[in-house]
């Protein structure tokens, strides 16, 4: 295939730039090195445009086809940042930041979008243009909706756009897609239960706070188990649990609980945010103390549209063979999922083989997935915007 062969051919020059970012790993809308060095080749590869402050330090080029008849533009985007992880690959291009590593493989799906850039510069074999987005602060930030805020898909005329992650446990090149939910949302809550501090040999005269709290932590486990949809996933987790005092002999006037509420419904957000409010405020009035809920609504489900999933997976096809394109969909979020809702496309898994999980210090993007990758972004390009 010769899309494929192009990469095969350019496939140690990507990975000395994914390697290059890997040594240089740089957290959330702080990654100026990276986004710099992006935009530097993509103005090396010819493309028409190349801006640079989107969505604070996101770095956007333009590609136009050979002809742009069709007047439509195709987006393809990879985000930039790494994760507050002390790296344990022990790799000569581990990172030189202590405490910062290329933990999620956006490193290698940067280094692939420039790879595919550069093809499409040089064969610009579409009726459009290609508009190839380098996204800050997927990891927590939200980069992907400040890019969105920043006018993005109207300023470069985006019709569709199409984004793509890494995936240990799949075989390398291999890649995998649905119509639909494919990644959840993921909401933040906190819950500050006051009561009335006191001696731990006079609980009489307190409102025990820790005993409230944990009460809360317990029953919060029915919201899932009682007031969801059994066919529904919700996944609801408590991951602090603080008192005022660390003394074993006191009864804390105050504590803290955060956690995290994921699911692919959007009205199970809404059910699970006045569940937990409910829980929360009937066991501590129950109780004789008093509760503070805050809410944050966080990324939102990642939905594939049907039609654009369906081309995808014909060009991961094209590019690899056989497709699963019914994969289920997984718990974790993605703030790809604020690009969907702005403009119908699809996001893919790629196959990055036996190898430690996302997230784990001992997690490394596995450079022979990158002719796959890369092929996978300029095929969606002319695939959908097709010369003639």
């Not at 188990?225 to 009864?251: C, H, M, Q, Y």
């Not at 199970?268 to 109780?287: F, K, S």
């Amino acid at each position: 295939m010769p899309i494929k062969n192009r990469f095969a051919e350019m496939q140690a020059e990507v990975a000395g730039w994914r390697q290059d970012f890997h040594t240089h790993p740089e957290l959330m809308y702080e990654v100026h090195r990276t986004a710099a060095r992006v935009a530097e080749l993509l103005r090396e590869f010819g493309c028409d445009e190349v801006v640079e402050g989107i969505g604070r330090t996101g770095v956007v080029g333009v590609i136009h086809g050979q002809s742009r008849g069709s007047g439509r533009a195709i987006g393809l985007r990879a985000d930039m940042d790494a994760l507050p992880i002390e790296e344990a690959t022990g790799v000569p291009y581990a990172s030189k930041t202590p405490g910062v590593m290329h933990a999620c493989g956006h490193d290698g799906h940067t280094a692939m979008l420039l790879g595919a850039a550069k093809y499409l510069a040089e064969t610009r074999a579409f009726d459009g243009s290609a508009v190839v987005v380098f996204q800050p602060a997927e990891e927590g930030g939200a980069g992907g909706r400040a890019m969105c805020q920043d006018g993005m898909m109207d300023r470069f005329g985006i019709n569709e756009i199409y984004g793509m992650h890494n995936m240990p446990g799949l075989p390398v090149g291999q890649f995998a897609i649905r119509p639909g939910a494919l990644l959840a949302s993921a909401d933040e809550f906190e819950i500050v239960v006051t009561g009335k501090g006191g001696h731990a040999a006079m609980p009489h005269e307190a409102v025990d706070t820790t005993l409230v709290a944990a009460q809360i932590l317990v029953t919060l486990q029915s919201v899932v188990a009682r007031s969801v949809d059994p066919i529904k996933r919700v996944v609801l987790t408590v991951g602090t649990f603080e008192t005022d005092s660390s003394a074993s002999n006191v009864i804390a006037h105050t504590v803290r609980m955060k956690g995290t509420v994921r699911t692919l419904d959007g009205d199970c957000r809404d059910l699970a945010e006045r569940r937990i409010r409910e829980v929360a405020e009937g066991t501590a009035a129950a109780m004789g103390a008093r509760v503070e809920m805050t809410w944050e609504d966080g990324y939102p489900v990642t939905v594939n549209a049907p039609h654009q999933t369906g081309f995808a997976a014909d060009v991961a096809r094209m590019v690899a063979g056989e497709v699963d394109d019914n994969v289920d969909p997984i718990m974790p979020a993605e703030d790809f999922s604020f690009m969907l809702e702005e403009r119908p496309g699809a996001y893919i898994f790629l196959g990055n083989g036996d190898t430690a999980m996302c997230h784990h210090p001992a997690y490394n993007f596995d450079d022979e997935a990158i002719p796959m990758g890369s092929s996978w972004y300029a095929g969606i390009n002319e695939a959908r915007m097709p010369l003639g």
